[in-house]
């Protein structure tokens, strides 16, 4: 039997679901454990009766997006083309979670933008804007809207995108796909229909095409989000406003932590790099380095400028 090529629209393991190219949706395992097939994967399959099929080949990945803790690596999505980190006016969020992914996004080659939801909470807004003060000027787009509203600012970034939705539970991540997708919750019950485990489609990413050229990956919400496996110069170079700085500092080794004569401590002394932003790395390097678990808080809001409308951070 010749194999057929698909899309993977979910990963639960060795369990997953598969679009194939003709619009067939079956249900897939792997045939080995040495496969590992994930969200946005292109594979090879044989049908194999009663809506199953087996996988055999995961195609070459033209990107991988991945967090990683000290025990295991969980790839969120394959061929991916874009970042959206998803913050909002409330309840807080993270700004450390949202260090963290930009330092993936940009450790895996992948562009990325912030998107701000929940701007019709006016009241919250400005310390909202405030608390992303220290990421202005590093050439993220923000895109503030309100996906009760009217999702149509972050819409047209999503545009001829495969894009991966990364952030924290009760960002609003569900009321912005269903206002993408108007038949996800079909297409949620159509997972649960075929795993015979609805309880598991929380836990794992889904495609959803939103037209002929773009797609939505979504991910379930996360509190914790690892960069395990990375050292501390590769941290810094997730950080672009380190760029300047980096290779000029007293010591060659530098981890820019408490040594003498560091240019990132330098630069925030004569007010050139934003002291959160020196903060974010020196807590993530330190926990990495004491081999903690990777718990992201919500941050207590700062003071700042706020700038309206829509640009870039």
Do not use: W
Request: glycine share 8%; hydrophobic share 45%; charged share 25%.
């Amino acid at each position: 039997m010749s194999n057929v090529h698909g899309d993977v629209i979910a990963g639960f393991g060795r369990d997953t679901l598969v679009r194939s190219d003709t619009g067939e949706t079956l249900r897939a395992h792997t045939r080995s454990r040495r496969i590992q097939a994930v969200c946005g994967d292109r594979v090879a399959f044989e049908p194999s009766g009663a809506g199953r099929a087996i996988i055999v080949e995961v195609e070459p990945r033209s990107t991988t997006f991945a967090r990683a803790s000290a025990r295991r690596t969980k790839v969120l999505a394959a061929n991916v083309s874009q970042v959206a980190v998803l913050v909002a006016c409330e309840p807080s969020f993270s700004d450390e979670l949202l260090a963290r992914v930009l330092v993936a996004a940009e450790h895996a080659g992948l562009p990325a933008l912030i998107a701000l939801n929940k701007i019709d909470l006016v009241a919250r807004r400005a310390e909202a804007l405030a608390q992303l003060a220290p990421f202005r000027g590093l050439g993220y787009p923000l895109i503030e809207f309100s996906a009760r509203i009217d999702p149509a600012p972050l819409r047209v970034y999503l545009q001829r995108q495969r894009t991966v939705i990364v952030g924290q539970s009760g960002m609003g991540k569900s009321t912005l796909v269903k206002a993408l997708v108007p038949d996800a919750q079909v297409r949620i019950r159509e997972i649960s229909t075929f795993l015979d485990a609805g309880r598991q489609t929380t836990t794992a990413a889904r495609l959803y095409p939103l037209d002929a050229a773009s797609a939505l990956v979504d991910t379930p919400g996360v509190s914790e989000f690892g960069l395990a496996g990375l050292t501390s110069a590769q941290i810094a170079a997730g950080f672009r406003d380190f760029a300047p700085y980096l290779g000029h500092c007293r010591f060659a080794d530098c981890r820019h932590l408490a040594e003498p004569a560091c240019a990132l401590a330098t630069a925030v002394e004569a007010g050139q790099l934003h002291a959160r932003r020196l903060a974010l790395y020196r807590r993530i390097v330190m926990e990495g380095k004491e081999g903690k678990a990777v718990k992201a808080t919500s941050s207590a809001r700062r003071g700042g400028g706020a700038r309206r409308g829509r640009g870039t951070v």
